[in-house]
């Protein structure tokens, strides 16, 4: 089974090809360029290193959200092309639950962060528990779905959960003196390699979902954006002020 994998919900932009339990090629990279510019050169790339008959893929994964809007839509927009293209389904991977996966089976709480902006986070609460049935070892446990909230509100329930906890994410940097300030459990951060998003995370648990079922068309497909962009608040005030 291969899956071809996209993620550009973030800062990063990451194609990954993953067949079966190997992890064919991963190309991620996070500088200064728009998705538009990076990632299908990218995906390009890897079909040539690999020798990749796109035909041969059985589905596309993709972080389908949330994230940044403009992010979101070239990833989605591209997955959909991919699919219509090559009649594959989609995996929608859920963005925070991807980022999650890559601290597969940790023994703390895991709860990636991604700054949202407006003081809010992107954000989740999971586990790994020992699996006898899954695939592998241990089955991600989702304690609080993927969510836009404020950093305070996130800490105040994982302080309820009363275990210790590893963030990761782009909002680390943004958050990381209110972490201190807010969380009276131990807690520590990724390092670098597994801090931000990946494709490869992304086919891994794309890969699990496609067993599950967990697909959709081309058409079917949308991102998961989870709150209005900033035009749409923008266009919302706006009308509010005309009814006032």
Do not use: W
Request: proline share 5%.
């Amino acid at each position: 089974m291969k899956i071809l994998a996209l993620d550009s919900s973030g800062l990063v932009a990451s194609v990954a090809l993953m067949e079966d339990d190997n992890l064919i090629a991963e190309y991620t990279v996070q500088y200064k360029k728009t998705h538009s510019q990076t990632l299908l050169p990218m995906l390009e790339e890897i079909a040539r290193m690999v020798e990749l008959d796109l035909s041969s893929v059985d589905a596309i994964a993709v972080a389908a959200g949330p994230g940044s809007f403009t992010g979101l839509r070239i990833g989605s927009a591209t997955a959909k092309g991919l699919a219509f293209a090559l009649h594959k389904p989609i995996v929608p991977v859920p963005t925070v639950d991807g980022l999650a996966y890559q601290m597969y089976g940790a023994k703390d709480v895991v709860c990636p962060i991604m700054d949202a902006r407006r003081n809010q986070v992107y954000t989740g609460i999971y586990e790994f528990l020992s699996s006898r049935t899954g695939l592998y070892g241990y089955d991600m446990n989702v304690i609080r779905e993927q969510c836009a909230v404020a950093f305070d509100e996130i800490a105040a329930e994982i302080n309820k959960i009363g275990r210790d906890v590893i963030f990761l994410g782009d909002g680390v940097p943004v958050f990381q003196a209110r972490m201190a300030e807010a969380l009276q459990v131990p807690y520590t951060i990724a390092p670098a390699h597994c801090s931000r998003q990946s494709a490869a995370a992304v086919a891994a648990l794309g890969r699990l979902y496609y067993l599950q079922g967990r697909v959709e068309s081309g058409a079917e497909h949308a991102p998961v954006y989870l709150r209005p962009s900033q035009a749409e608040r923008e266009r919302a005030e706006k009308e509010r002020g005309k009814l006032s």
